[in-house]
C-alpha cells in the first residue's frame, strides 16, 4: 500500500486496531467498579469463573464464554497490579516494588494475544505484563497454559515476578527447569500457568510421548495455550534446528572420517594449488586490463570474460580463499566475477558451468552448502578406478538380476543382496567424503565453531552462542572433528524429535510476542496460522536512525567504528554494539582494548550474567559488545543524567541475514519514550554483500568513484541493503518451509505411533489388546497364504503353518488347519475384522487365533497377575520403540538418498512423500508382528517362562520345538520327546537372541541399567 492510500483509509493494522479499542473502554470501567471490592472479594471472582468454566467441555462454548469474560477477567488483573503496588517482591533472588498497571496499550496486545496473534510490541513496552491478562485468562479454564521464553533465565524471573499477580488472585504457577525430576516437572505442569523454555516444553513432550512406558512417568498434561515470548526468536530462528533426543546409534560408520581424512586433505591442498595458478592468471590478466601506463586495451570484452571466470573458478573451489577476498575487494573484480556467473546460470542446460567447475577436483556451492567431487576430482583420489566414487544405478542393477539367467531363486537374492551392500558402501564413502570437504572448505575455526576442551562446539551464527551438546547433523560433525584432529565421537541415533514448528502446532491456542515480527509476518501467517499486530507504543518513540555506513573493506570499517565508539564515548553516552559472530565480538574487543576503552563483551554464554551486564548497559559511559541475540528480554534502563546527553546508542558492526535482527538490535534504545539513536557499518567483504548484495551497489560505487577509506552514506543504499536482506530472507523461509513440508510426512507417523503408545500406556487392559493384534496379523497371515476360493489346492499350508508354529509354541499340522478351513461355514460380519474372508479362510483364523489365546491361557496361570500385565505393556511399547526407532533411521536415509537421486526430473518430495508412505505402512505391519513375536517371548521371570514351557500341552508342543530351540525331535514321528528342561534353556537362548530387550527376571540385575534403555536402573524403570 502507498503511504498516501494509507493515510486515507489507516492501514489494515490500524483498522483491526480499532476494534479492540471499546474493549479496552470496558475493562477500565470495568476496573473502577473493582476498586471498591476488597481484596477477598476480588479473589474469589477467580474461583467462581474456575468453577463455571470447568463444567464446559465443548471447546468453542469454551471460547464463546472466555470472550464473554474477557473485560471483567482483564480488569480484575489490571485491578491486582494496582493493588500489588509498592508491595516487595521477590525476584531471583533480589528485592524489588511492585510498580506496573497496565496501561491502555498493554491492555490492547493482551486482548490480540488471547486472540490468538502475535503482538508486536518495542522493546521496554512491558510484554512480561501483558502476557499476563491473557494468561489469566486462559488459565481459568484449568487446563493449563503455557508461557515460552528464550532461556531459563527468563522463564525463572518472569514466573517469579508475575507469580505476584497469579498467587495474589488465587492462581498456582510453575515453571520448567533444565534440571528438574519427572516428579517436580509434574508437579509444574499441574499448575494453572506453567513458564519455561521452549526446549524443555518440547523435550518432556517428546519424553512423555515417545518414551515414558507408564503413565506415571508422563508430565504434561496436555496443549491448550501457549504464549510464546520472543516469538520470532523461537518460531523462526530456532526452528532451523529440531529437537532430538538421541542415544549411541547402532549404525555406525565413525571410522569413514579418520580414513578418508589424509586423502581429502591432499584434495584441498592440490585444489589450493589449482586455485593459486587461477589467481595468479587472473591477476596477470587484470594487469593487462588495466595496465599501468593506461595505454589502449584489445579485446578488453574477452579479458574481462576470462578474468571473470577465474575468479568464479576460485569461488567455486576454495570459496574462503584470502587471496580471493583480496582480489574482489575491488568491486570492479567483483563485478566481473558476479557478470560471469550470472552467464554461465543463463544457459538452460548449463554445459557451460559444468566445465568451468570441472576445471576443479570439486565443486563447493557456498549458497546451498553442497560439495562435490568431479570427474578430476574422482580420478585424483582413485586413479585406477574413478567409478569407485560413482554411484550406480541400483534400480537397473537388481532388475537386470531378475531379469538375468539365473533360476535358483536364493542365488538371486544373494546376487541382489550384495547389489545392495555395495550400493550402501559407496554412498556412505561418498558421503563421508563430501562432509570432508564441507569441513575444510566452509567450517572456519572461530566462525562456525570453537574447539573446547578438545570438542568441536558449535557456534550459532545467528546469535553468536555457544551450542554446547548440539552436533550437525549426517556426519559433518565427525568431519570437523576429523579435521581438527580431536576424539570423533560416536555418531548418535535419533531416539525422538520433533521441530519446534510441529510441536507448537499441537496447541490448541498459539501467541506470541515480540519486538519484531512484521518483517516475518507472511511465514507466521503461513506456518503458523498467526497473524501479526503491531501494537502502538506507550510514549511515542524519538530514536534516531541514522543512514548506514558503506565502506569497501572490514578493515577500514572497522576502524570508523573505534572511531564513532571513541567520540561518543568521550561525550559519556553509552553504547551498545551488536555483532553478527563471537569471532568478531572478540576482535572488536581487542581493539578497544588496545584504544585503552573499557567495556564489556557479552557472547550468551551464561544467561544471568549476560541480563545483569545489559541491565547495566544503559549507564553513564558504559560500552557493551553483544553478539545479537544477547540480552534479549533484559530492560536496558538509562543511567542519571544519560537522557541529557542522547541516550544509549546503539552501533551495529554488521547488517544481519534478516531485517528483523537488525530492527531488534536498534530497538534496545529509546524505550518508552527515552532519547537514543542507531548507526549501522556496512562492508563490502561482509558475507551478505559478497553473497547476496547485488551488483547495482558495487557498479554504483564504480561510477562515482569509490576509493579506499572513503565513506559513502546515501539512504538509496539503505534501500539496496534491504533488498539484499530480502532475498536472503526469502531463501531461508524456503529453506525452513521446505524442511517442513519433509517433517510433516514425519509428523504424520508420529501422531499415530504417539496415539498407539499413549493407548497401551493408558490402557486398562493391554491383554485385549495384545489379543487384537494377534488376531490381525493372524488375518494378514491367512490372507497372504491362503485364497478366497473353496478349491484349498492353491493354499500354502505349510508356510502357514510354519508361520504359526515359528511363533507361538503350538506346532499346529498343516491338516488341522485343513481341517478347520473344511469346517469352515459361518461368513464373517460384514465391518467386521474379518470381513472379506471366506469361510474357510475365517475358520481357519478363528482356529489358529483360538489354539493361541488357549496357549496363553496356560502362561497366565504361570504368572503374577500384576507382573504380567506390566509385561504385556512392555512387549508392546519395546516393539514400538524398537521399529519406530529404525524407522527414523531409515526416514533419514532417505531423505539423504532422495537428495542424491534429486537430479532428475521428478520432484524429489513428491518421490520422498510415496516411499515414505510404504514405508509407514511397513512399518506398522512389522511392529504388529513383532509383538506378536514377544506375546510368548517374554515373561515376568524366569521360574515364570520354565514353568509355562514345561506345562505346554505336550500336543501343543512337540512340533514347536523348531520354532523356539530349533530341535526337530516329534512326537509322531516317535523319537525321542525333549526333555522339557532342555526345551527352557534352548527357548531362553532363542528368546535371548531375538526378542532383546528380554524380560526373564534373573539375567537383569536390580541395580544394573534397564534393558529398555531408558539409562535408569532396572529396579527404578521396567524393573519397579
Ligand atoms: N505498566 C507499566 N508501568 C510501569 N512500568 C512498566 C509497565 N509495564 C512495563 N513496565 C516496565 O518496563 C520495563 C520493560 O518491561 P519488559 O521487560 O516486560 O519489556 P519487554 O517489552 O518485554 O521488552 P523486551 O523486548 O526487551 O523483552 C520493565 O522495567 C517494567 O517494569
Ligand atoms: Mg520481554
Known amino acids: 500500500m502507498t503511504g498516501l492510500i494509507k493515510m486515507i483509509f489507516g492501514s489494515r493494522n490500524d483498522r483491526e486496531l480499532k476494534k479492540f479499542w471499546p474493549l479496552v473502554k470496558q475493562i477500565n470501567d470495568a476496573e473502577a467498579g473493582l476498586q ?36 471483567e477477567a482483564f480488569a480484575v488483573v489490571k485491578n491486582a497490579c494496582r493493588r500489588l503496588l509498592g508491595q516487595e517482591i521477590t525476584v531471583r533472588a533480589l528485592p524489588q516494588k511492585w510498580d506496573m498497571v497496565p496501561f491502555d496499550v498493554q491492555l490492547l496486545g493482551g486482548i490480540a494475544q488471547h486472540l490468538g496473534k502475535i503482538t508486536e510490541m518495542a522493546t521496554g513496552e512491558g510484554k512480561t505484563l501483558v502476557a499476563t491478562l491473557p494468561v489469566y485468562l486462559n488459565a481459568l479454564t484449568g487446563r493449563g497454559v503455557h508461557v515460552v521464553t528464550v532461556n531459563d533465565y527468563l522463564a525463572a524471573r518472569d514466573s517469579e515476578w508475575m507469580g505476584a499477580i497469579y498467587k495474589f488472585l488465587g492462581l498456582t504457577v510453575g515453571v520448567i527447569l533444565h534440571d528438574q525430576s519427572p516428579r517436580v516437572r509434574r508437579e509444574q505442569y499441574n499448575c494453572d500457568i506453567t513458564y519455561g523454555t521452549n526446549a524443555e516444553f518440547g523435550f518432556d513432550y517428546l519424553r512423555d510421548n515417545g518414551m515414558a512406558t507408564r503413565k506415571e512417568e508422563q508430565v504434561q498434561r496436555g496443549h491448550y495455550f501457549a504464549i510464546v515470548d520472543e516469538v520470532d526468536s523461537i518460531l523462526i530462528d530456532e526452528a532451523r534446528t529440531p529437537l532430538i533426543i538421541s542415544g549411541p546409534s547402532v549404525h555406525t560408520f565413525d571410522e569413514q572420517y579418520a580414513q578418508w581424512k589424509p586423502l581429502v586433505e591432499s584434495l584441498v591442498r592440490a585444489q589450493q594449488q589449482l586455485c593459486n595458478r587461477f589467481l595468479t592468471d587472473a591477476e596477470k590478466l587484470i594487469k593487462k586490463l588495466r595496465p599501468e601506463d593506461g595505454s589502449n586495451v584489445q579485446d578488453a570484452a574477452a579479458l574481462e570474460h576470462e578474468i571473470g571466470l577465474l575468479l568464479f573458478r576460485v569461488k567455486t573451489g576454495q570459496p574462503k580463499s584470502e587471496a580471493l577476498m583480496k582480489i574482489l575487494e575491488n568491486p570492479e573484480n567483483a563485478g566481473l566475477m558476479n557478470r560471469a556467473e550470472l552467464d554461465l546460470h543463463k544457459d538452460q542446460k548449463k554445459v557451460d558451468l559444468y566445465r568451468e567447475k570441472e576445471e576443479l577436483l570439486f565443486a563447493m556451492d557456498e549458497k546451498s552448502q553442497e560439495a562435490d567431487l568431479t570427474e578430476k576430482g574422482r580420478n585424483f583420489v582413485s586413479p585406477k578406478d574413478p567409478e569407485a566414487f560413482v554411484l550406480p544405478d541400483l534400480t537397473t542393477q537388481l532388475h537386470d538380476v531378475d531379469a538375468g539367467p539365473e533360476t535358483d531363486a536364493r542365488k538371486r537374492m544373494e546376487a541382489k543382496t550384495k547389489l545392495q551392500a555395495d550400493f550402501e558402501a559407496k554412498a556412505q564413502k561418498i558421503h563421508a567424503i563430501s562432509q570432508l570437504l564441507k569441513a575444510y572448505s566452509l567450517y572456519q575455526l572461530d566462525v562456525e565453531y570453537v ?11 545467528h546469535t553468536g552462542r555457544l551450542m554446547p551438546g548440539r552436533r550437525w547433523s549426517d556426519g559433518l560433525h565427525q568431519a570437523v572433528e576429523a ?9 548418535t541415533q535419533t531416539l525422538a524429535t520433533i521441530t519446534i514448528q510441529n510441536y507448537f502446532r499441537l496447541y490448541q491456542k498459539l501467541a506470541g510476542m515480540t519486538g519484531t515480527a ?53 561525550k559519556g553516552r553509552p553504547i551498545l554494539v551488536g555483532t553478527v559472530s563471537v569471532e568478531t565480538s572478540e576482535m572488536l574487543s581487542r581493539m578497544l582494548k588496545r584504544e585503552g576503552l573499557i567495556h ?3 557472547n550468551a554464554k551464561y544467561h544471568q550474567q549476560e541480563a545483569e551486564i545489559v541491565a547495566r548497559a544503559g549507564q553513564r559511559g558504559a560500552v557493551t559488545i553483544a553478539t545479537n541475540m544477547a540480552g534479549r528480554g533484559t530492560d536496558i534502563k538509562l543511567g542519571p543524567g544519560v537522557a541529557d546527553v ?53 557498479k554504483m560505487m564504480e561510477k562515482i568513484g569509490f576509493e579506499e577509506g572513503d565513506e559513502l552514506k546515501h539512504p538509496w543504499l539503505n534501500r539496496s541493503i534491504q533488498s539484499a536482506q530480502k532475498k536472503v530472507e526469502q531463501h531461508n523461509f524456503q529453506i525452513r518451509k521446505r524442511t517442513l ?29 495384545l489379543m487384537d493384534i494377534m488376531e490381525e496379523v493372524v488375518v494378514e497371515k491367512v490372507l497372504e497364504f491362503t485364497t478366497t476360493d473353496t478349491e484349498h489346492s492353491e493354499w500354502k499350508l505349510r508356510q502357514l503353518a510354519d508361520w504359526v508354529n515359528l511363533n507361538f509354541p503350538l506346532g499346529i499340522p498343516e491338516a488341522e488347519i485343513l481341517k478347520a478351513a473344511e469346517s469352515g461355514k459361518d461368513e464373517p460380519v460384514a465391518g467386521s475384522l474379518f470381513d472379506g474372508l471366506s469361510a474357510a479362510q475365517f475358520a481357519v483364523c478363528n482356529f489358529i487365533s483360538e489354539s493361541v489365546r488357549k496357549a496363553y491361557d496356560i502362561k497366565i496361570s504361570f504368572e503374577n497377575p500384576d507382573a504380567l500385565r506390566e509385561v504385556e505393556r512392555f512387549t508392546i511399547l519395546s516393539a514400538i520403540d524398537r521399529l519406530w526407532q529404525e524407522h527414523l533411521y531409515e526416514m533419514d536415509s532417505l531423505r539423504y538418498s532422495i537428495g542424491l537421486r534429486g537430479y532428475g526430473q521428478r520432484d524429489p518430495l513428491v518421490e520422498y512423500k510415496a516411499e515414505a508412505f510404504q514405508m509407514f505402512d511397513e512399518l506398522m505391519v512389522n511392529v504388529k508382528t513383532q509383538i506378536c513375536n514377544n506375546i510368548f517371548r517374554s515373561a515376568s521371570s524366569m521360574a515364570a517362562f520354565e514353568n509355562f514351557l514345561r506345562n ?49 527376571g534373573p539375567k537383569v540385575g536390580r541395580n544394573d541399567p534397564c534393558p529398555c534403555g531408558s539409562g535408569k536402573k532396572y529396579k527404578l524403570c521396567c524393573g519397579r
Not at 516475518?520 to 501467517?525: G, I, K, N, P
Not at 503491531?534 to 530514536?543: A, S, V
Not at 567483504?685 to 547495482?696: A, C, H, K, T
Not at 514321528?973 to 526373564?1000: F, H, L, M, N
Request: with cysteine; glycine share 6%.
Open 36 to 71: 471498591k471490592l476488597s481484596d477477598d472479594e476480588l479473589r474469589a471472582r477467580t474461583a467462581a469463573w474456575k468453577g463455571e468454566l470447568a463444567k464446559i467441555e465443548d471447546k468453542d462454548e469454551l471460547a464463546q464464554k472466555l470472550n464473554e469474560i474477557l473485560p
Open 451 to 461: 574447539i573446547q576442551e578438545n570438542k568441536v562446539i558449535i557456534v550459532d551464527q
Open 483 to 491: 579435521k581438527e584432529g580431536v576424539a570423533i565421537e560416536r555418531e
Open 518 to 570: 512484521e518483517t516475518e509476518a507472511t511465514e507466521f501467517l503461513d506456518i503458523y496460522k498467526l497473524g501479526v499486530l503491531t501494537i502502538p507504543t506507550n510514549k511515542p518513540n524519538i530514536r534516531k536512525d541514522g543512514h548506514d555506513s558503506i565502506y569497501k573493506t572490514r578493515r577500514e570499517k572497522f576502524n570508523a567504528v573505534v572511531k564513532e565508539i571513541k567520540e561518543l564515548h568521550a
Open 600 to 602: 564489556s563483551v557479552l
Open 646 to 698: 542522547g541516550g544509549l546508542h546503539v552501533l551495529g558492526t554488521e547488517r544481519h541475514e534478516a531485517r528483523r535482527i537488525d530492527r531488534q538490535l536498534r530497538g534496545r534504545c529509546s524505550r518508552q519514550g527515552d532519547p537514543g539513536s542507531s548507526h549501522f557499518f556496512v562492508s563490502l567483504e561482509d558475507d551478505l554483500m559478497r553473497l547476496f548484495g547485488s551488483d547495482r551497489i558495487v
Open 741 to 769: 513440508e519433509y517433517d510433516d510426512v514425519m509428523n504424520k507417523h508420529r501422531q499415530v505411533i504417539y496415539d498407539f503408545r499413549n493407548d497401551i500406556i493408558n490402557g486398562e487392559d493391554v491383554r485385549d489388546r
Open 952 to 1000: 505346554v500341552p505336550q500336543q501343543t508342543l512337540h512340533q514347536s520345538v523348531s520354532a523356539f530351540g530349533g530341535g526337530t525331535t516329534t512326537a509322531s514321528s516317535g523319537g525321542a520327546q525333549p526333555k522339557a528342561s532342555d526345551v527352557v534353556s534352548e527357548a531362553a537362548a532363542a528368546v535371548a537372541e531375538k526378542a532383546r530387550p528380554v524380560r526373564t
